[in-house]
């Protein structure tokens, strides 16, 4: 079975801290993700990475970095948290679309962040 | 990029109902999947559908790529069905590859 575990369920956090958000994939796949989940808003994608030390801005970069120093792990962090980034953040990964004609993505169970 | 329209925006089923969720999307795909979306927040694979028909179980699902659709059938609905339900691509046009974009979802609610 396919494991992306993101390594917190639930966490508070003040406004200002730095805070990370860790994810892991047991399949090898080559892409990652990080979104967050919103009411009325969906889910949007915040970076992307294709490979190790690779990373894409998706849809709203802004206050977030991410790290990928190795293949099965990526990073969100939070420079300078703030009340707007409370949300759920999901992870995920899949495979490279270049060599695989499935690309199916698993997500992790998601962490919910209150930033207070 | 690519845009993503799910109707309808909710469902209300009485239970042993069947229902037919619908997704649309603006350009061609590499990708298509349905998820479930669980009261934790976890995102539950359903299908990898970019074409064609699948079947699990009371869930089906049809996708019809020349024609920028997808379908989600549920049949004999249970409570435990409830949450909402997502479609999300994989455009295959510069900017779109690699990530998936959701729609807004489908809130379904089965009724005992």
């Known amino acids: 079975d396919v494991k992306v575990t993101q390594s917190s369920r639930y966490l508070v956090k003040r406004t200002g801290e730095k805070v990370f958000l860790e994810c892991v994939q047991d399949m090898d796949h080559e892409n990652m993700f990080w979104y967050r989940q919103d009411p009325g808003l969906g889910l949007r994608l915040i970076y992307f990475s294709y490979d190790v030390k690779m990373k894409e801005k998706g849809d709203i970069p802004e206050g977030y970095s991410v790290s990928r120093e190795k293949k099965e792990r990526f990073s969100l962090i939070l420079e300078s948290a703030s009340t707007n980034q409370t949300s759920m953040y999901l992870c995920?990964?899949?495979?490279?679309?270049?060599?695989?004609?499935?690309?199916?993505?698993?997500f992790g169970q998601g962490t919910r962040l209150t930033v207070v | 990029g690519i845009q993503v329209e799910q109707s309808p925006p909710d469902l209300i089923l009485q239970e042993g109902a069947n229902s037919t969720l619908r997704c649309n999307f603006s350009d061609s795909v590499n990708n298509l999947q349905w998820f479930h979306q669980n009261p934790w927040g976890q995102l539950i694979n359903l299908f990898y559908?970019?074409?064609g028909t699948k079947q699990n179980g009371r869930l089906s699902a049809t996708t019809v790529a020349t024609e920028r659709y997808s379908l989600l059938y549920i049949s004999s609905s249970q409570t435990t069905d409830s949450g909402v339900y997502f479609c999300a691509v994989e455009g295959n046009s510069g900017g779109s590859n690699y990530k998936l974009t959701f729609g807004k979802g489908t809130l379904l609610t089965v009724n005992p």
């Open positions: 995920a990964s899949s495979p490279w679309s270049g060599s695989n004609l499935n690309t199916e993505a698993f």
């Open positions: 559908i970019p074409s």
